[in-house]
């Protein structure tokens, strides 16, 4: 069965799910394209969650994907949280800003029975995950709505566990995709590769279908993706400047500039690793620090640099999540971008 049978869409392209930079409208805009357009949930509290997922089922009549994150809360570390803020504290004190008076908080919550409570009067057709699974009773629950699986893979060992636990479609995610990384079976960035090594690796170790993410931008990278085995092709960089995203006004103007030629994978936004365009926090920090607490947890201090850093127009601190390539990433509609891969898509195939 192809991914559009099994997803019931027209053309074989995914868009990725992009927290922070997208709400339902780019979604909706993709999938009544021909698309899978994914709704980024992590980040929505309940009430934002339920009227994303409202204008979602009002704005197309087509499939649709939402996305969870799967990570396991972490203990609060007191210790490390202090040396974090001690490394940020050079910053606090040029703008200004008083660390005892930022509160702690996550920001990101895991997929749980109270999401889900909230999501199931939806069902909606496709649900995906990042860093692995829900626990067996909760995707149990999801499959019984009817919804097709997805989550993403950074290793063929991660492949093979996502087959294992009941994952019916694969996102082989590589080195180059912007924003996390879905690494969820280890955190050794050693383990991870490109997208055109680990994807035939992945296709050859699997019975599902395979989904290629990070570098698809264009018609080449669309055949290459094809040629080795991938059921489909998910963009994300690509769909950052379309008029249908909401990407911030600091984040498009570094999108649309040279600076899109340097990026690196950093840790300092979240505490988890996750490529973005190389700025001045990362250069002076290095973008991996040992110092960043635990995912999500690194956010909270962070936040007020970012916020008035931004006021002036600067990216400073901001997490400008963007891939290795960034060729696709042009001011045009949504739906030019599914058609231009589609086309691809049909030009490739044998």
């Known amino acids: 069965m192809t991914l559009q049978a099994l997803l019931g869409i027209e ?34 509290g309940p009430d934002a969650l339920r009227t994303e997922l409202q204008a979602l089922a ?53 997929f749980s029975a109270a999401i889900a409570d909230i999501v199931e009067p939806f069902r909606p057709p496709v649900v995906s995950f990042h860093f692995g699974l829900p626990a067996p009773d909760l995707l149990a629950r999801v499959k019984a709505w009817g919804a097709t699986v997805m989550s993403s893979a950074t290793t063929v060992e991660e492949a093979r566990w996502l087959e294992a636990h009941g994952a ?68 994300g960089t690509a769909f950052l400047l379309t008029p249908e995203a909401t990407t911030g006004a600091v984040h498009r103007a570094a999108l649309r500039s040279p600076e899109t030629a340097h990026t690196a994978v950093t840790n300092l936004f979240s505490g988890r690793p996750a490529r973005g365009i190389v700025n001045r926090i990362m250069r002076e920090l290095g973008p991996i620090s040992p ?40 001011e045009r509609p949504a739906a030019e971008i599914v058609d231009e891969l589609a086309r691809a898509w049909a030009a490739s195939g044998i």
């Open 11 to 44: 053309h074989a392209v995914v868009q990725a799910p992009m927290a922070g930079s997208q709400a339902s409208a780019l979604a909706i805009a993709v999938s009544n394209a021909g698309g899978l357009g994914s709704l980024p949930c992590a980040t929505l």
């Open 58 to 110: 009002a704005g197309t009549g087509k499939p649709y994907n939402v996305n969870f994150f799967c990570h396991t809360e972490p203990a609060p570390d007191p210790a490390r949280e202090q040396a974090w803020r001690q490394a940020l504290a050079p910053y606090f004190a040029e703008c200004g800003i008083d660390p005892a008076g930022i509160a702690a908080g996550p920001g990101r919550a895991p």
């Open 168 to 235: 019916d479609v694969i996102i082989a995610q590589g080195l180059e995709a912007g924003g996390h990384r879905g690494m969820f079976l280890s955190g050794d960035l050693d383990g991870q590769s490109g997208t055109f090594a680990l994807l035939p690796q992945v296709v050859a170790a699997v019975r599902v279908p395979v989904i290629a993410a990070g570098g698809i931008a264009d018609a080449r990278t669309v055949a290459a993706a094809r040629a080795l085995g991938s059921a489909g092709v998910q963009a």
């Open 291 to 330: 110092a960043a607490p635990a995912f999500p947890l690194a956010t909270a201090a962070i936040a007020p640099l970012r916020a008035r850093a931004e006021a002036r127009g600067s990216g400073d601190f901001t997490s400008l999540w963007c891939g290795q390539n960034a060729a696709g990433c042009r």
